[in-house]
């Protein structure tokens, strides 16, 4: 009787085996990037949110509270290029939004691709856009790989770069959004023409109904209590509009500025409207393999932006944010299945406080016009070196040199070097400067240092980083707000992961935004892309 039960244990023990031999991956992962969303935002408004959305993160998820970004700058296709390759602008070579190519001299936009035609368009030199200018994979293209090209990958977004950069080289598509036609459109580089789906989806003028009535508060305003008033100086103006308060007339405003859409709230509506609508045309989640849809919600930059953290308007647009993530989530438990799909949220950078508002608060920030800087350094070097300009431009918060003219001239960089960074040493906006191609003989603090270092890429970057001190902002940021740096309020990213085999809970150790691809590669059993530093969070499994 004993040895029947054995023979059956074992039997039970080989069955289960091969039931276990199919690699058990969910149906479908979403990569969501909330633009410019620092993490204190979980917590500001969360006595707000419903339970549907950010909350359901929160109590379902893993969330990873101490998050930072490894690198500078903090910029928003440096961080949809890391986030998705788990490497850094030294490898992954998006060192910016645009740079000065160091080898022409020429200025380059990250996604500009002259080689491919816009799709949907209105005007055809709009869109043309491909990854190509990132130089490594990332954990789509992985999956792609890892399905022998079975999986499905798409990237959305009203940013060409934030749908672009996160679905990798070989996606099967991505989607931004055109302001002149009001139209979501991609470019010959994924496909020869746009589906029919998304010809309908842009039939139907979305935009126009989401803005009929005009953009005011979800709640009455004097419930806004995590705000300031609503009209305060540093805030920025819709063009059109004489103050910044609600409501915002966006129906009148859109007629002459259609890229006013973007800053308002329904911009992500209307992205994650369209993310549902690319769920059903590719049948995301239906097919023999893992599909991977990511997915930025681009107006809480844009928002952020033009009246800053501490306004009603960026509270109400969270606010409305976390209603359209409930009734996104619950549109995926019903197509995908409660359980079946996997999503991580994060952002691809924070932002500063207004300078309006730390100063009202005796908070320490100013302002510096980086083109002021450079004009006084030219000035400086000519009566040294004998050359008007030598810096060609204060970008990205590092100087860029005429280098072929340094050569052609036979001068002394290293000199020129020198000398600039004596003289942004005595800048009362200037923290620290230091010589690109001798990070390491730098006095620069970690983690200060190591951000520094994984941002800088000879070809793409400028030659002498400028580290400003805390809170101060270039001065085209007045109003409103902008972002960056290394500092804590531009580098500090919430970090969330939900569903499929995630555990339940919250940690508070250092995690690097490096590390969330090589996580979601291990989640799926993919190798990692190939320039990854990062390592996989193994509290989140379940
Ligand atoms: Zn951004």
Same mark, same amino acid.
């Given at each position: 009787m004993k040895k029947w039960f054995a023979v059956l244990c074992f039997s039970i023990f080989i069955l289960s085996g091969y039931a276990q031999q199919t690699i058990n991956r969910p149906k479908l992962v979403l990569g969501i990037v909330v633009d410019q969303?620092? &993490?204190d935002y979980l917590y500001r408004f969360y006595d707000r949110y419903g339970n549907g959305g950010f909350r359901r993160l929160l109590q379902e998820g893993y969330s990873f509270e101490n998050t930072m970004i490894n690198y500078v700058p903090s910029f928003t296709a440096v961080g949809h290029s890391c986030i998705f390759t788990g490497s850094v602008p030294a490898i992954n070579g998006i060192t910016s /939004?645009? &740079?000065?190519?160091?080898?022409? %001299?020429?200025?380059?936009?990250?996604? %500009?691709?002259s080689s491919v035609q816009s799709l949907g368009a209105e005007n055809a030199e709009d869109g043309r856009m491909s990854p190509r200018n990132l130089l490594v994979t990332t954990v789509t293209d992985e999956l792609r790989m890892a399905t022998n090209f079975q999986s499905k990958v798409v990237g959305v977004s009203l940013k060409d770069r934030a749908a672009i950069l996160p679905a990798g080289h070989s996606a099967n598509g991505a989607f931004w959004l055109d302001d002149a036609s009001g139209n979501f459109i991609s470019s010959s580089y994924y496909m020869k023409e746009l589906p029919s789906w998304v010809y309908k989806f842009n039939e139907q003028k979305r935009i126009l109904s989401l803005i009929k009535n005009d953009w005011n508060t979800l709640y009455p305003i004097n419930t806004y209590k995590q705000s300031d008033p609503d009209n305060n100086p540093y805030e920025g103006r819709l063009p059109g509009e004489n103050a910044p308060v609600f409501p915002h007339r966006i129906k009148d405003l859109y007629q002459k500025s259609p890229g006013v859409f973007r800053t308002t709230p329904f911009g992500n509506t209307l992205t994650l409207e369209f993310a549902a609508r690319v769920i059903d045309g590719y049948q995301l989640g239906q097919g023999p393999a893992t599909d991977f849809l990511t997915i930025n919600c681009a107006s809480t930059d844009y928002v952020g932006h033009m009246f800053g953290p501490n306004s009603v308007e960026i509270e109400d647009t969270y606010l409305r944010l976390d209603q359209d993530l409930a009734k996104f989530f619950s549109l995926l438990d019903d197509k995908i299945g409660k359980g079946q799909w996997l999503v991580f949220l994060t952002a691809d950078h924070g932002a500063a406080h207004s300078i309006g508002f730390m100063q009202k608060h005796n908070l320490p920030g100013?302002?510096?016009?980086?083109?002021? @800087?450079?004009?006084? @350094?030219?000035?400086?070097? /000519?009566?040294?070196? %004998?050359?008007?300009? @030598?810096?060609?431009s204060g970008l990205n918060y590092q100087l860029n040199f005429d280098l072929r003219k340094i050569n052609d001239k036979h001068l002394d960089f290293d000199a020129i070097k020198r000398t600039t960074i004596d003289l942004l040493l005595r800048e009362r906006s200037v923290n620290n400067a230091v010589d690109l191609s001798r990070i390491a003989e730098s006095n620069l603090p970690e983690p200060i240092k190591t951000m520094v270092t994984n941002g800088y890429y000879f070809k793409r970057s400028g030659s002498v980083q400028v580290i400003y001190h805390s809170g101060w902002l270039e001065s085209y940021a007045r109003t409103g707000t902008t972002h960056g740096t290394w500092n804590p309020y531009d580098a500090h990213i919430p970090l969330i992961f939900m569903g499929w085999n995630i555990a339940q809970g919250k940690s508070n150790h250092l995690v690097h935004m490096t590390d969330i691809a090589p996580t979601i590669a291990a989640l799926l059993h993919i190798q990692m892309p190939s320039g990854c530093i990062g390592v996989p969070i193994t509290e989140v499994l379940k």
């Open positions: 969303m620092r &993490w /939004n645009e &740079w000065i190519d160091q080898l022409t %001299g020429t200025r380059v936009y990250c996604t %500009g691709d100013e302002l510096f016009t980086a083109q002021y @800087l450079v004009d006084d @350094l030219n000035r400086a070097l /000519n009566s040294k070196f %004998g050359d008007p300009k @030598l810096i060609l």
